[in-house]
């Protein structure tokens, strides 16, 4: 069973930056595709960021050009470094991995393992 933990979410006035990561138990999730997505106060759960195993990737509309997802393999970790932040931006992320390694897909439905969560909260 794959474990799937985030750090790095808190608190950051409008135009900052934050770093998020996601680590995997398993050796396995090496291979895995990885997805970001994240859930406004009183909104459904929505797309971020999407990376396949040979690092291509796919981005929402709402974030592309301010946020990057990246992998280290070696780490077994995927990242999201988040820049220009807006409040609309507030939200609880979740890493995702996905058993197609090749998709870079924003249906949440191909993901077969999510983290528990971080808070990410942009003051105006």
């Known amino acids: 069973q794959v474990q799937l933990v985030e750090s790095g979410g808190g608190l950051v006035q409008a135009g900052g930056s934050l770093k998020l990561s996601c680590t995997a138990s398993?050796?396995?999730?090496?291979?895995?595709?990885k997805g970001w997505f994240r859930r406004a106060p009183g909104k459904e759960r929505e797309f971020v960021a999407a990376?396949?195993?040979?690092?291509?990737?796919n981005y929402a509309d709402a974030v592309k050009g301010r946020f990057t997802i990246s992998r280290d393999n070696a780490k077994n970790t995927v990242f999201l470094q988040m820049n220009s932040l807006k409040p609309e931006d507030t939200a609880i992320y979740y890493c995702?991995?996905?058993?197609?390694?090749?998709?870079?897909?924003?249906?949440?439905?191909?993901?077969?393992?999510w983290g528990q969560g971080t808070q990410v909260t942009v003051s105006s």
């Open positions: 398993a050796r396995t999730f090496s291979s895995y595709a």
């Open positions: 990376i396949n195993w040979s690092s291509s990737t």
């Open positions: 995702a991995a996905s058993a197609l390694r090749f998709t870079s897909s924003s249906d949440s439905r191909l993901y077969d393992y």
